[in-house]
């Protein structure tokens, strides 16, 4: 059976990039400006804060600017889709200017996957995509914020605490200093099985 295909270019998103993304949001009074706050586990102490405090689904999404040691415009952003309104606009084909609760999200979610088409991909010679490229010795992830989250959070420019993905994809980096811990609090660390059974261990 043929899938339905929708016209080319005609998205339900309302959104053609983050940018616009942002915009939105903000303009939904769902998104929140925050500047100077330290990549050094500031940024992520302030989000539990905010999410503690108002609780998963109700707190505004954060966007960090002006991040000590970085220039203006090197952004970070959390919460992006944790509340039911963001994820609704960001998925689209949801009306989020009138419903008012998740019921009324899920229901038009539902009848949205009954009637979706899907869109042919459309072929480009050029992309925004590749507007910034570093290739070789230029590739440097400390050029953007990246964030420690944690006091035990101890490799901050490898993506796992347990570096085998790292190594396989070739984004590992050796700490300067050996550290025994890795990120998981008591001896969760130790327990290697669960964690290859993607159990949460933490």
Same mark, same amino acid.
């Given at each position: 059976? =043929?899938?339905?295909?929708?016209? +080319?270019?005609?998205?339900?998103v309302?959104y053609?990039?983050l940018? &616009? *993304?942002?915009k939105?949001?903000? /303009? !939904?009074g769902?998104?929140k400006?925050?500047g100077?706050?330290?990549? =050094?586990?500031?940024? @992520?102490?302030?989000?539990?804060m905010? #999410?503690r405090a108002?609780g998963?689904?109700?707190? +505004? ?6 991040v000590?040691? #970085?220039?203006?415009?090197?952004? @970070?952003l959390?919460?992006? !889709? ?9 998925? %689209? %084909? ?9 019921? &009324? ?8 996957m009954? /009637? ?14 590749? /507007?910034?490229v !570093?290739?070789?010795?230029d590739? =440097?992830l400390?050029?953007? +914020?990246?964030?420690?989250?944690h006091e ?9 605490d347990?570096? *085998?993905?790292d ?6 980096r &050796?700490? %300067? =200093?050996?550290? +025994?811990? @890795? ?11 669960a !964690?290859?059974?993607f159990?949460?261990?933490?």
């Amino acid at each position: 059976m =043929d899938s339905p295909v929708a016209e +080319p270019r005609k998205s339900i998103v309302q959104y053609r990039d983050l940018r &616009e *993304w942002l915009k939105a949001v903000d /303009e !939904m009074g769902e998104l929140k400006h925050v500047g100077g706050v330290h990549w =050094d586990r500031e940024m @992520c102490a302030m989000v539990d804060m905010v #999410y503690r405090a108002r609780g998963s689904g109700k707190a +505004p999404a954060l966007l960090f600017d002006d991040v000590p040691g #970085y220039p203006n415009g090197y952004r @970070c952003l959390y919460g992006m !889709m944790a509340s039911p309104r963001r994820f609704a606009f960001t998925i %689209g %084909g949801i009306d989020v200017t009138t419903a008012r609760s998740s019921i &009324e999200y899920l229901k038009q979610y539902r009848q949205r996957m009954k /009637e979706i088409q899907f869109i042919p991909p459309v072929y480009v010679d050029r992309s925004p995509l590749f /507007e910034n490229v !570093m290739e070789g010795d230029d590739v =440097d992830l400390f050029k953007i +914020p990246v964030p420690i989250h944690h006091e035990l959070d101890v490799h901050r420019f490898n993506f796992g605490d347990i570096t *085998w993905w790292d190594r396989l994809f070739g984004t590992f980096r &050796e700490a %300067g =200093d050996f550290a +025994p811990r @890795c990120g998981f609090p008591d001896n969760h660390e130790r327990k290697l099985g669960a !964690m290859l059974m993607f159990k949460d261990v933490y």
